[in-house]
């Protein structure tokens, strides 16, 4: 139990674009998600907490009008990239919180993102 | 700024134990002790957590001091996939607490 998927596992864009990712809970509702970053070398860095049918709340210096946030369901949750530059290329978690005992946070896979 | 302090890497033979060590010192009394362990290029994957009992479960144990100051994670008889980074972290019991992830330590497991 407690699996979070992910869609895409990578993706390869041109500047200028955008970029949809999916993260799904797929055996257990999740009313909070998170979005992390990763660069290589480097450790994950929160970028924002999706609630379930109200606004995400960014870390400081994420840019809310980049990184566009969409909780719809108890099970999805998107992040959009838009207008992606080369420096957006990343390594991007997402994880979903399993109420109960403690509230576990359960990681996708992950999607890595290069911009061209 | 981490609230716990972690070796930077670590060795361990296949079939041994493998002891991860974890300081948090400024831990309250409402925080608990979540290990996370990442494999090269995955998303975390959760272990184990505790408050103030050991614990154990399939993938591994938790040693908490009864000061609560330090925890130790045993891998009982690593084997070579156990290779990762190991996060150590505290968090309060709260929906809206979150995960913030050090560097932690790179066990690296030999043949």
């Known amino acids: 139990g407690a699996v979070v998927s992910q869609h895409p596992s990578w993706v390869i864009c041109k500047s200028g674009t955008s970029v949809k990712i999916e993260c799904r809970s797929l055996d257990f509702q999740a009313t909070t998600m998170f979005w992390y970053r990763q660069f290589p070398k480097q450790s994950l860095m929160l970028m924002a907490t999706s609630n379930e049918g109200s606004k995400a709340t960014y870390e400081q210096g994420v840019e809310k009008d980049k990184f566009l946030i969409n909780h719809a369901s108890l099970t999805l949750s998107t992040l959009t990239v838009t207008s992606a530059h080369p420096e957006d290329s990343s390594f991007y978690i997402c994880?979903?919180?399993?109420?109960?005992?403690?509230?576990?946070?359960?990681f996708g896979p992950g999607t890595r993102l290069l911009v061209l | 700024d981490a609230k716990t302090t972690q070796p930077p890497s670590m060795d361990c033979a296949e079939g041994r134990a493998a002891n991860l060590p974890c300081n948090h010192s400024t831990i309250s009394g409402n925080e608990y002790v979540y290990w996370y362990r990442q494999i090269h290029s995955q998303g975390p994957q959760y272990i184990i957590h505790?408050?103030?009992n050991n614990e154990t479960n399939e993938m591994a144990s938790l040693i908490i001091t009864e000061d609560r100051k330090s925890s130790t994670l045993i891998l009982p008889h690593a084997t070579l996939r156990d290779t990762a980074v190991y996060y150590c972290i505290v968090r309060e019991y709260s929906g809206y607490s979150t995960l913030t992830f050090g560097k932690g330590t790179m066990l690296l497991v030999s043949p």
């Open positions: 994880s979903a919180l399993s109420s109960g005992v403690g509230e576990t946070q359960y």
């Open positions: 505790g408050l103030k």
